[in-house]
């Protein structure tokens, strides 16, 4: 750092010297809260506003100000004034010294009534606003892609697993649909969490409040806020909306991780079951025959970091005092990391499933192989009258002989299967199919064709009223 600078704090009054030795560049947060600006500058032009309005400052000042911030802005946004961290310790001083720049001595009434521990929460909270609405969404946009591979693949067969052995069949557009339940859940969460966010913390200036008659509700409204923080030491401590934001993130990154581990095993020889378009997909350095899932990998691995994040931010706030300490400055870039991470995998997951190509023959093989119509055998010994505890036995001692014999069940005579059992007729063969399964479980949530299509027709009433919730 260049020693003859001297940076430009708010704050020197009281202090014989500057800032010694790295103090500065340890204790700087610009290069991570210099994302903040636009939220920061609607902030204090929106206090600016209510100081006037108020008689705390005259109109013409404020409108110096709010023109002069309206500059600022401009300048930042095109790129004529960038991060300078030897001069400024976070996006704030950095803000009003530019405003000062501009319009001189009237720039020191803006921060009338307010302390950066309420300026910092407010930009945080609109920020936080803002990425839980894109956020929102990218899930409405991905549960869409969901849908379109599930109305697809409604009726496309596959064996569905438990502890990774094929248990029964459904179809791949039901085990998509699972996805889409999961992420509609996500969608619900984060704007649950939006509503706890949109909170004015404004007015609790330092901790305790400010002596002016401030108008916290006019405040409130031009910022969008649905309420007004009713406690001032709450206002400048509180991070859980910081941990919740996370916390939304970290449920969505579990519900992508679970989605790319099995396009990772789908897409091995071993499975078979879909191909992943080139554009999400990476060779290798040394074996030139490899297509990898790098895409759905690194996602899975991606979701460590995020709760990283979550769990970075439940560490710095325990046991914290009130109100305001310098430790709370470490939220914005867990918060920032969580979200950007959180975003892009949500972006390259969509282009995983809008572009995977299908191998529904495979997919449908896999389904009959493996006994996966057990179950239905004993249930069609249940509908013959025998308890299903017995029809349990049976099926289990059939199964052996076919493991023995090395084929399937449909592979055994009629009269092996009386051999074993007598109230077993000719109608069983229909029973074993996989069509006769799948269409077998035509209960609400079950995955029969027809019952997947209404799932997807409830699924896309709710995505529609979702989306209408965002705009
Ligand atoms: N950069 C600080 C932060 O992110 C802003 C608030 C500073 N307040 C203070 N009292 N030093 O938390």
């Known amino acids: 750092m260049d020693s003859t600078k001297k940076p430009t704090t708010l704050w020197g009054g009281r202090f014989a010297k500057a800032l010694g030795g790295d103090m500065l560049?340890?204790?700087?947060s610009l290069p991570v809260d210099w994302r903040l600006y636009r939220e920061d500058i609607a902030g204090s032009q929106a206090h600016c506003r209510m100081l006037a309005k108020q008689g705390i400052i005259a109109q013409d000042e404020a409108d110096a100000i709010c023109a002069g911030l309206s500059a600022v802005l401009e300048e930042i946004d095109s790129g004529a004034i960038t991060p300078d961290a030897e001069r400024w310790e976070d996006v704030h001083s950095a803000v009003e010294d530019l405003l000062q720049e501009r319009i001189g001595a009237v720039a020191g009434k803006l921060h009338t009534a307010r302390s950066r521990n309420d300026q910092v929460v407010a930009d945080l909270r609109l920020w936080c606003?803002?990425?839980?609405?894109?956020?929102?969404?990218?899930?409405?946009?991905?549960q869409e892609t969901l849908l379109v591979q599930a109305a697809a693949h409604a009726a496309t067969s596959m064996p569905g697993y438990t502890h990774l052995q094929r248990a029964q069949p459904v179809t791949f557009g039901h085990h998509l649909l699972a996805y889409v339940e999961m992420f509609a859940r996500d969608f619900a969460r984060s704007r649950e969490c939006r509503a706890r966010v949109n909170v004015l913390p404004l007015g609790a200036a330092a901790l305790a409040g400010a002596p002016y008659p401030l108008d916290r509700d006019f405040v409130a409204q031009e910022l969008g806020f649905a309420a007004v923080a009713a406690n001032s030491m709450d206002a400048v401590s509180d991070r859980d909306f910081v941990i919740e934001a996370l916390h939304v993130?970290?449920?969505?990154?579990?519900h992508l991780s679970r989605l790319a581990s099995e396009v990772v095993l789908w897409t091995s020889a071993e499975f078979g079951f879909v191909e992943l378009d080139d554009a999400y997909a990476t060779g290798s350095s040394i074996m030139p025959q490899k297509k990898n899932?790098?895409?759905a990998e690194l996602t899975r691995g991606k979701a460590g970091r995020v709760f990283g994040d979550l769990f970075a931010l439940l560490t710095l706030m325990e046991g914290l005092p009130l109100t305001y300490n310098?430790?709370?400055?470490?939220?914005?870039?867990?918060?920032?990391?969580?979200?950007d991470t959180t975003a892009a995998c949500l972006d390259i997951m969509n282009g995983v499933v809008g572009t995977l190509r299908v191998n529904a023959a495979r997919m449908a093989e896999a389904a009959g192989g493996g006994f996966t119509t057990a179950t239905d055998l004993a249930d069609y010994l249940v509908r013959q009258g025998l308890p299903f505890r017995e029809a349990h036995a049976v099926v289990g001692r059939i199964v052996r002989i076919c493991l023995e014999r090395n084929c399937g069940l449909a592979d055994l005579a009629l009269a092996e299967y009386q051999a074993v059992c007598d109230r077993i007729k000719e109608d069983v063969f229909d029973a074993i199919?996989?069509?006769?399964?799948?269409?077998?479980?035509?209960l609400s949530g079950g995955t029969a064709p027809d019952r997947v299509e209404s799932a997807l027709a409830a699924a896309r009433r709710r995505l529609k009223q979702d989306s209408a919730a965002l705009s």
Not at 129 to 142: E, K, M, N, V, Y
Not at 330 to 335: C, I, P, S, V
């Open 25 to 28: 560049a340890f204790s700087t």
């Open 293 to 295: 899932p790098d895409s």
């Open 433 to 442: 199919t996989v069509e006769g399964s799948l269409a077998a479980r035509d």
């Open 129 to 142: 606003r803002g990425a839980l609405d894109s956020l929102g969404l990218q899930l409405c946009r991905f």
């Open 249 to 254: 993130c970290s449920l969505i990154m579990v």
């Open 326 to 339: 310098r430790d709370l400055q470490e939220d914005k870039a867990a918060l920032f990391d969580g979200v």
